[in-house]
């Protein structure tokens, strides 16, 4: 087991468990520790586990500095592991992993059988159905969905998602619980891409989709974007913080489960992705970045 903490006093809030320690759970687990909560980050590779602590250092910072989180409280504690064991006493379980249907219910799977009874369940999905999610577990009633906006120590609204299947409970727990976090749940209902992905998803593959044809640069594409309608990246430099990889991603699950087929990510973006260009991440997207 690899473990790395950052000391902390015991907090009376909620103990959190994040499941993968990639840019979505080390951004949830930063928002959680930056609150003074304690967290438990979980993955299954081990140079993941033993990069996450600095990594979750660094966002703390940033986010201090940017004045997104206090600088005088004392950050929650944060243990690094390779081990699911270690979450057994968690009051909130967030599964933060890929965005592929199957890796998420079987995660989420594996958790609810090392918590208790009734511990709060969520996956932070960017576009899985939580019913088809809640149908892996034997207590579906314990799962909500929270997309958290990326980075998540930056933006304060957060979608949730109640599932058909979903408790009152667990959807109570969940509003306690952004709470904890001084974040603004918007709750919605359940289906492909919900509300902010069935619309962003899409018009990022466009916008690609333009490039491809090309009738604009990147460039121009975000500049009209900015300029025009007040956005404050564009989408492809939207595109380039998710991750490409992730959005095409989350693009074959809105075109798997509804049969647009606007949402077939386009040729470009495929070629990206291939070419390792997944954006902000990585250094090279649609637009290129300095080395952090």
């Not at 602590?53 to 940017?66: C, F, I, N, S, Y």
Request: proline share 5%.
């Amino acid at each position: 087991m690899t473990e790395a903490q950052s000391t902390g006093p015991q907090s009376t809030g909620p103990r959190i468990a994040v499941l993968g320690a990639g840019v979505m759970g080390t951004g949830i687990a930063t928002l959680a520790v930056g609150h003074g909560l304690p967290v438990t980050l979980v993955d299954v590779d081990p140079d993941v586990v033993a990069q996450a602590p600095g990594k979750v250092r660094g966002q703390l910072r940033l986010a201090q500095m940017t004045g997104r989180l206090a600088r005088d409280r004392t950050p929650g504690e944060l243990t690094a592991t390779t081990e699911l064991a270690a979450i057994a006493d968690a009051t909130v379980v967030i599964e933060a992993v890929t965005e592929l249907a199957d890796l998420k219910s079987e995660v989420l799977r594996a958790a609810a059988a090392v918590v208790a009874p009734g511990t709060l369940l969520v996956s932070n999905t960017s576009a899985v159905p939580i019913d088809e999610q809640a149908a892996a577990l034997e207590r579906p009633q314990d799962l909500v969905g929270i997309h958290f906006m990326n980075p998540p120590y930056m933006i304060r609204t957060v979608e949730v998602i109640r599932g058909p299947r979903s408790g009152d409970e667990a959807v109570a727990a969940t509003l306690d619980l952004l709470a904890a976090l001084d974040r603004d749940g918007v709750v919605v209902g359940d289906g492909p891409g919900f509300v902010i992905n069935r619309i962003l998803q899409r018009m990022i593959n466009e916008a690609a989709r333009i490039v491809e044809d090309g009738i604009a640069t990147p460039e121009q594409v975000d500049a009209l974007f900015t300029g025009c309608l007040g956005h404050t990246t564009g989408p492809l430099a939207t595109g380039d913080l998710i991750g490409l990889d992730n959005v095409a991603d989350s693009l074959r699950v809105l075109a798997e489960r509804t049969g647009d087929a606007g949402y077939q990510p386009c040729d470009l973006l495929l070629k990206k992705v291939a070419d390792g260009h997944w954006g902000r991440k990585n250094g090279q997207g649609f637009h290129s970045y300095a080395a952090n």
